[in-house]
């Protein structure tokens, strides 16, 4: 999917909500565990529920792997479910990759040719040389981890290197590389108030932001200080949207909550366009 494709989209749905697709057997309605494919069968009417309100759908593989091959089967049915029946839906596979090029190139093979996905999550650490492999798939992004969500970030991300934050060189070096226009950057909700700073490297490009919901990130602080003239955010939200509701109405229950963020998404972009 190219970037104007998913504007677009973001503005016909009047969303620029993602939906995390953590699945935990043990958080599920239980009756889905006498299905052939529990994780699928949850996740496809989690994603019938909440499609109109969302314009993005984030696997994060650790859900999936932790079940073997019997968990990737069903993450390969879940991207198929989403290209075939909803193809104007951006798909993220949050995979966290990077290695030497010669194993990106196969981390990227994998997630952008054989499952098909529109974008990978991946960590800067290895450098260069590590993401621009994932950089080389024309139209497909390669979000790239600057400042995450969890308690952690403290641990080097904001830590000075020289005159500048670390999380500050990974966004004005990474827009150096080859095909740097398929980047995007992940930055948690929980750390609003960095925004501003964030915004004055890379004002053009798309953020994707976990930690609203069980979290506790804010949703409009994250818009205040990160909107941009595309919009350029990516705002996702796992418990607290597929587990609003352990019962029989978990999908009604995913809905209203999906629904109750893109009502307020749709408040926000009213109040500055
Ligand atoms: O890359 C991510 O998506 C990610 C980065 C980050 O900084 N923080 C973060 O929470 N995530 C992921 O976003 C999702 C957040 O889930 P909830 O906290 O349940 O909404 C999980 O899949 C996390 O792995």
């Not at 006498?34 to 314009?55: G, L, R």
């Not at 089967?73 to 029946?85: F, H, M």
């Not at 953020?207 to 705002?235: E, T």
Request: charged content about 25%; proline content about 3%.
């Amino acid at each position: 999917m190219t970037t104007n494709q998913l504007i677009s989209e973001i503005r016909k749905k009047n969303s620029f909500l993602c939906v995390g697709l953590d699945v935990d057997l043990e958080k599920i309605p239980a009756f889905f565990l006498k299905e052939e494919d529990p994780i699928f069968s949850f996740n496809k009417a989690i994603i019938d529920a909440t499609h109109q309100f969302a314009v993005a759908y984030k696997p994060n593989t650790a859900f999936y792997e932790a079940y073997g091959i019997k968990g990737w089967k069903s993450l390969e049915k879940t991207i198929n479910y989403l290209n075939e029946n909803y193809p104007e839906i951006f798909t993220i596979a949050d995979a966290k990759r990077g290695d030497i090029g010669n194993t990106s190139s196969r981390y990227a093979k994998a997630f952008f040719e054989d499952l098909g996905f529109d974008s990978i999550t991946v960590a800067p650490y290895m450098g260069k040389d590590s993401i621009e492999p994932f950089l080389a798939f024309e139209n497909k992004h390669t979000i790239l981890l600057a400042l995450t969500s969890n308690e952690g970030a403290y641990d080097f991300q904001t830590k000075k290197v020289g005159e500048q934050e670390l999380y500050k060189q990974v966004l004005e070096t990474s827009k150096q590389w080859k095909n740097s226009e398929n980047l995007m950057y992940v930055v948690g909700a929980t750390k609003a108030e960095y925004f501003t700073d964030i915004r004055k490297i890379i004002p053009d490009s798309f953020l994707l932001v976990p930690g609203i919901g069980a979290q506790g990130g804010n949703l409009r602080d994250v818009c205040k200080y990160g909107l941009n003239s595309n919009i350029g955010l990516l705002v996702n939200s796992s418990r607290g949207i597929i587990y609003a509701s352990k019962n029989d109405d978990f999908a009604e229950a995913a809905a209203g909550e999906a629904k109750k963020i893109q009502f307020e998404m749709k408040a926000i972009l009213d109040g500055v366009h």
